[in-house]
């Protein structure tokens, strides 16, 4: 219940940034189209125009990597603003109200710690980092990197908005394996109900992929590309910095990059641990079959529906989300890095 209460309150915040497309739909679609003109306009005109002369001063690959990561952080901002009330309003709104329907909502302490502490927390990093680069740069970074810190933000968001969803998954199979506890102990199994739950989470599963499918891509696009970009700053002074800037710029830079790919990371983990959950399922179904030998037949078909109807978190098509996502961000980001360093001492 305590999920569902943290995904109203984040929904109902949400709709200042206007990802939660809660108004109406004339309405929604102006106040969509004004939020990523405000967003996406100064961080284009920053990408194409103000930062060339920073991009002069560093090498090829890394003026690509900073752009690519320009154009990632827009197409995010863009996709999240635009698709829920241009295109995806349908399967959001009925997404929504599976999700929240018949749950008593009561906000109470706890939701609003559990809300306030990461958002605290990283608009803290935010502004250390702030304070850092306007130190450096003066007034020349709220032209140059301001709005990409707001698009930044509205990613955290957005992926803890993500990981509360998933949460709700991985309590709905909960759920299920105590029903099947229950049953077991009791010695009676109800096959066509728990049929019905398997099935029903399987139908938001599939919504939840074709919804956010590519902000998740571009999530852990992003997360990778800047985990690649700050460590080679670390390793390189590459604006020449001196001393008590350069140990500003490293903490500025590792907060903000530890804060995006934490979030990051709980979103890959917490997908992993909807399958764990499914592994329990599966594993209690079998001890049921055990018990009940005239229920054989009936346990054997909900053992094939949960088979046949195993969740799969999906970014947008292109692989799968679990524990092994990691080793291969890991392998990538190991990868590029290796191919910076040579590339940096050809030149």
Same mark, same amino acid.
């Given at each position: 219940?305590?999920?569902?209460?943290?995904?109203?309150?984040?929904?109902?915040?949400? !709709?200042?940034? *206007?990802?939660?497309?809660?108004?109406?739909?004339?309405?929604?679609?102006? /106040?969509? =189209? #004004? +939020?990523?003109?405000?967003?996406?306009?100064?961080?284009?005109?920053?990408?194409?125009?103000?930062?060339?002369?920073?991009?002069?001063?560093?090498?090829?690959?890394?003026?690509?990597?900073?752009?690519?990561?320009?154009?990632?952080?827009?197409?995010?901002?863009?996709?999240?603003?635009?698709?829920?009330?241009?295109?995806?309003?349908?399967?959001?709104?009925?997404?929504?109200?599976?999700?929240?329907?018949?749950?008593?909502?009561?906000?109470?302490?706890?939701?609003?710690?559990?809300?306030?502490?990461?958002?605290?927390?990283?608009?803290?990093?935010?502004?250390?980092?702030?304070?850092?680069?306007?130190?450096?740069?003066?007034?020349?970074?709220?032209? !140059?990197?301001? *709005?990409?810190?707001?698009?930044?933000?509205?990613?955290?968001?957005?992926? /803890?908005? =993500? #990981? +509360?969803?998933?949460?709700?998954?991985?309590?709905?199979?909960?759920?299920?394996?105590?029903?099947?506890?229950?049953?077991?102990?009791?010695?009676?199994?109800?096959?066509?109900?728990?049929?019905?739950?398997?099935?029903?989470?399987?139908?938001?599963?599939?919504?939840?992929?074709?919804?956010?499918?590519?902000?998740?891509?571009?999530?852990?696009?992003?997360?990778?590309?800047?985990?690649?970009?700050?460590?080679?700053?670390?390793?390189?002074?590459?604006?020449?910095?001196?001393?008590?800037?350069?140990?500003?710029?490293?903490?500025?830079?590792?907060?903000?990059?530890?804060?995006?790919?934490?979030?990051?990371?709980?979103?890959?983990?917490?997908?992993?641990?909807?399958?764990?959950?499914?592994?329990?399922?599966?594993?209690?179904?079998?001890?049921?079959?055990?018990?009940?030998?005239?229920?054989?037949?009936?346990?054997?078909?909900?053992?094939?529906?949960?088979?046949?109807?195993?969740?799969?978190?999906?970014?947008?098509?292109?692989?799968?989300?679990?524990?092994?996502?990691?080793?291969?961000?890991?392998?990538?980001?190991?990868?590029?890095?290796?191919?910076?360093?040579?590339?940096?001492?050809?030149?």
């Amino acid at each position: 219940m305590t999920d569902h209460n943290l995904l109203r309150l984040i929904v109902t915040i949400g !709709e200042f940034f *206007a990802m939660t497309p809660s108004r109406p739909k004339t309405r929604a679609k102006i /106040y969509a =189209l #004004c +939020v990523v003109t405000a967003l996406v306009t100064p961080s284009a005109l920053s990408i194409i125009y103000y930062r060339q002369p920073i991009y002069a001063k560093i090498s090829e690959t890394k003026s690509i990597v900073a752009m690519v990561m320009g154009t990632i952080v827009n197409a995010f901002s863009c996709y999240t603003v635009l698709a829920p009330v241009l295109c995806k309003r349908q399967q959001y709104c009925q997404l929504m109200s599976k999700l929240l329907g018949n749950h008593q909502l009561v906000y109470n302490c706890h939701t609003f710690g559990r809300f306030l502490a990461p958002n605290l927390t990283y608009l803290l990093v935010a502004l250390y980092s702030g304070y850092v680069w306007t130190d450096i740069l003066g007034f020349g970074y709220f032209r !140059e990197y301001l *709005a990409e810190a707001v698009q930044l933000y509205f990613q955290f968001y957005y992926t /803890y908005f =993500l #990981c +509360v969803i998933v949460c709700i998954f991985r309590g709905k199979y909960r759920n299920i394996n105590l029903l099947l506890t229950e049953q077991l102990q009791n010695r009676r199994f109800f096959a066509k109900k728990m049929e019905g739950l398997v099935c029903s989470i399987k139908e938001l599963n599939m919504i939840f992929n074709e919804f956010f499918g590519w902000p998740i891509i571009m999530i852990i696009l992003y997360s990778s590309l800047m985990v690649l970009n700050y460590i080679d700053e670390v390793f390189n002074n590459n604006f020449g910095y001196d001393k008590k800037q350069y140990i500003g710029v490293v903490v500025a830079n590792v907060g903000v990059a530890f804060m995006i790919n934490v979030g990051t990371v709980t979103l890959i983990l917490s997908c992993d641990a909807v399958l764990e959950e499914v592994k329990t399922t599966l594993l209690l179904a079998y001890k049921i079959r055990q018990v009940f030998p005239n229920e054989k037949k009936n346990i054997s078909e909900f053992i094939n529906v949960v088979l046949n109807n195993y969740p799969d978190f999906s970014a947008a098509g292109f692989f799968s989300i679990n524990k092994t996502t990691l080793l291969q961000i890991i392998g990538n980001v190991t990868t590029f890095f290796i191919i910076i360093i040579q590339f940096n001492n050809k030149h």
